[in-house]
Structures are given as structure tokens and as C-alpha cells.
């Protein structure tokens, strides 16, 4: 099984359908008075990927209506060009189309190597909210518009005192400042540190979309990234293959 339907396989169906029947569907695009056909070969989180000869026709921004025919027959839905490279276009899977199917998170997490600070915190048992002199920095491994995945290195004092259910009120630096409080919903020992499992509690209404917009542009490119190492590994497999 390949990389892209392992990934695949976190879609379950709510409505009979399951996503994979997308997978290699002969889709079509259309915007003004264009039309191409092409073929779907990615679709996880906000993103899906149709690859087709006239990619260079259509531009980022494009709204462009996308007609999928599967096995299990006809999905339609209008969408937005967000990216593109030779011989592909990734546009949006809008939410409509998302609850189709489901799937293991409510939205897309994505990697990420950004830092935070933790300004104070308030622990279950205690009302009162307790400042940081000297705010704690985190190293946040993973974000979606629902939480957030983070470790703090080296700082046994500040691990004794978090817990599930703590609240923390924080700064994440995401290539934009982001004020927001968190509640600890798991902690897990690693190696050398612990790995916190977090969930917004609030967020500045003028900021989620500029959130929503970080998480898409890494989402894309880890998608790109991820895309590219698994095509030099089969160039290389087959260079392998035919020197032996």
C-alpha cells in the first residue's frame, strides 16, 4: 500500500461512500467558458490534487466548479485554485464535500516547527491564575483549527505543575503573534521531555482566519514535500532495478 492511501484509509463514510472512490476518478474542471479533464489523485484534510494536461490554464484564485465521476457515482462542487506545479492543480475540499465522509480529526493537523511562550496558567483544583515572571517557551510540533501539539525542553519545574485540564494562557509566534488560551487534554513522557496535547479554548475571532490560512499553506506544502520525496525514492528504485 502506498504512502497516499495509508493516509487515506483515516476516511470512513457517513453517507455510504468511502473517499478512496475519489482516488483515480476521471474529474473535470470548468471555469468561464474552459473546460479540462483530468484525473484525482489526492484528497486528505482541506486539499485535493487533480492532475491534467492544461494545468497552466488555470490560475491561483480561479473559482472553478469540479465534477468527480466514481464508482459510486457523481460528486460535484464548486472551489478555488490554491496551488499548482507541472502537471497539477491543488484546489480547496470544501467542508460540504468533506462531510461525505469523515474522518479520524475533526480538521487537518499539520507538522510544524514554530515556537509559543506560556504566560500563566491555572491548574484544575485552582481559580486563580498564576503569571510567569519569565514566560516558558514551548516547541509546537503539530497545530489544526482545534488545538495543538507542543513540548517544552528541559524544565522539570514547569512539567511537575501542567496536567490534563490545565488552563494556559499563551503567545504562539506562527509568522504572526497569536494570543490564545489552551487546556491540556493529554501529556505523555518522552525521552527527554513531555509531549502536551492541547485544545484552543479561545481564539481572537480577527485571527482565525489568518489561522485557518497558516495551516493551509503548511498543509500544502507538506503535501508537495512529501509528493517530491516519494517520487525521487521510485526514480532511484528504478535506477537500482536496472543497473542490477
Known amino acids: ?121 491555572q491548574n484544575v483544583q485552582q481559580k486563580e491564575q498564576h503569571q510567569l515572571e519569565n514566560p516558558i517557551q514551548i516547541s509546537i510540533k503539530n497545530i489544526s483549527m482545534n488545538g495543538l501539539g507542543f513540548t517544552i525542553n528541559d524544565n522539570s519545574m514547569i512539567d511537575a505543575i501542567l496536567h490534563k485540564k490545565c488552563l494556559l494562557q499563551v503567545e504562539l509566534d506562527l509568522s504572526f503573534e497569536m494570543p490564545c488560551m489552551l487546556e491540556i487534554i493529554r501529556k505523555e513522557k518522552l525521552e527527554d521531555t513531555y509531549y502536551y496535547g492541547a485544545g484552543f479554548e479561545t481564539i481572537p475571532m480577527e485571527q482565525s482566519n489568518t489561522l485557518r490560512g497558516f495551516i493551509l499553506r503548511n498543509q500544502i506544502q507538506t503535501y508537495f514535500e512529501q509528493k517530491r520525496d516519494e517520487e525521487f525514492k521510485k526514480a532511484m528504485e528504478k535506477k537500482s532495478a536496472a543497473n542490477q
Do not use: C, H
Not at 455510504?16 to 471555469?31: F, H, M, Q, W
Not at 480547496?92 to 487537518?108: A, L, T, V
Open 1 to 121: 500500500m502506498t504512502m497516499k492511501q495509508d493516509v487515506l484509509k483515516r476516511y470512513g463514510s457517513k453517507e455510504g461512500y468511502d473517499a478512496e472512490v475519489l482516488i483515480n476518478s476521471r474529474t473535470v474542471l470548468a471555469k468561464d467558458d474552459f473546460v479540462s479533464t483530468g484525473i484525482l489523485t489526492y484528497a486528505q484534510g482541506d486539499i485535493m490534487e487533480i492532475e491534467l494536461p492544461e494545468y497552466d490554464v488555470f490560475l491561483l484564485g480561479d473559482k472553478v466548479k469540479v465534477t468527480m465521476y466514481t464508482k459510486s457515482g457523481l460528486f460535484v462542487l464548486d472551489t478555488t485554485v490554491v496551488a499548482k506545479e507541472p502537471g497539477s492543480l491543488i484546489v480547496i475540499n470544501p467542508p460540504e464535500n468533506r462531510r461525505k465522509f469523515s474522518e479520524k480529526r475533526e480538521f487537518p493537523r499539520v507538522e510544524v516547527k514554530n515556537l509559543g511562550q506560556i504566560m500563566g496558567f
